[in-house]
């Protein structure tokens, strides 16, 4: 009885392992540049380092999901690398629950919200998973074992070059980042019922021009979020959309980490001022237009006031 439990827990243990590793890896690499904000703000990368962490941290998942499904070098490596790797990320989610506020940990991504406290208890059963695969382990692999040396070297290679030939570590959203309006020039004041109000046009002032289903103005709010998280600089930035339900708006905040200040302006004049191409950032002072920023630069740099 206890053979059979065994043979049954040492080919399931490393499917299910991996296929939780490659899911997690899948969802970082699907909404990348979240995770890249996500680094940043828990103060485990700077700007410009998180391209390339957030990349070396998804092929590390991958990399593994890859040796646990093809049982390569599981007694001597995998499980191994596995349980440490696990561990760091207990580590750090505790971190998160006696240290920091409970924020997500950015997991699974987009696809699945999880706690600090709801992302320690899915590692300690990945823990757990990890015990008795070690416990039921053979020595069997679907592939040769003299090709286990290659595969050690050639996987961790190739999972990290198809990663960053899919999501290159540089901004491939240049299209986007085309200057609407002349520098140096007064920005328009005729909106229509005052939409945009007087006192935006004094002072240093961001505003921000979004659509609430377009992916890259989530990523440059969630930026946004991350580096204008004091008041005095928060109260600085106007984000402006075209006129659509309040439901839109709060569900575009809620996917971004906060809300701003915002108005709602006329389509018309949402499309006439933005040229039909968002997010577009205008940096004021005192009304005239400093930067007309695009996304392409406010990822490249830090825009602070």
């Known amino acids: 009885m206890l053979k059979a439990l065994k043979t049954i827990m040492d080919y399931t243990a490393p499917v299910v392992l991996g296929a939780l590793f490659f899911f997690s890896a899948w969802a970082k690499f699907d909404a990348i540049e979240f995770f890249e904000i996500q680094l940043v703000d828990f103060n485990l990368s700077t700007w410009g380092l998180s391209k390339y962490m957030s990349r070396v941290l998804i092929s590390w998942e991958f990399f593994l999901g890859s040796l646990l499904l093809l049982r390569i070098r599981l007694k001597g490596f995998t499980y191994k690398a596995s349980v440490i790797t696990v561990l760091g990320f207990t580590a750090f989610v505790m971190y998160q629950i006696f240290i920091e506020s409970g924020k997500d940990c950015g997991c699974f991504g987009q696809y699945i919200v999880l706690t600090p406290e709801q992302t320690l208890w899915k590692n ?16 069997k692999s679907f592939i040769p074992e003299s090709i286990h040396k290659i595969g050690l070297i050639l996987i961790p290679l190739t999972v990290l070059v198809t990663v960053v030939i899919l999501k290159p570590p540089i901004d491939i959203y240049g299209q986007h980042s085309v200057k609407v309006v002349e520098l140096g020039k007064p920005f ?13 046009y004094e002072g240093e002032k961001l505003l921000v021009f979004v659509s609430a289903g377009c992916k890259y103005c989530k990523q440059v709010v969630a930026k946004m979020n991350v580096l204008y998280n004091k008041p005095e600089d928060k109260s600085r930035v106007l984000v402006v959309f075209a006129k659509i339900p309040q439901e839109s708006i709060d569900s575009f905040f ?34 005239n237009v400093k930067e007309n920023i695009g996304q392409m630069e406010f990822f490249d740099q830090q825009v602070h006031f």
């Open 188 to 200: 328009p004041q005729n909106f229509s019922d005052n939409s945009i109000a007087e006192e935006w």
């Open 124 to 139: 300690i059963v990945t823990l757990a998973v990890l015990g008795v695969g070690m416990w039921s382990c053979s020595v």
């Open 254 to 287: 809620e996917a971004t980490g906060g809300a701003f200040n915002y108005t709602r302006i006329e389509k018309d004049e949402f499309l006439q001022t933005t040229k039909g191409r968002f997010p577009q950032m205008f940096y004021l002072s005192n009304g």
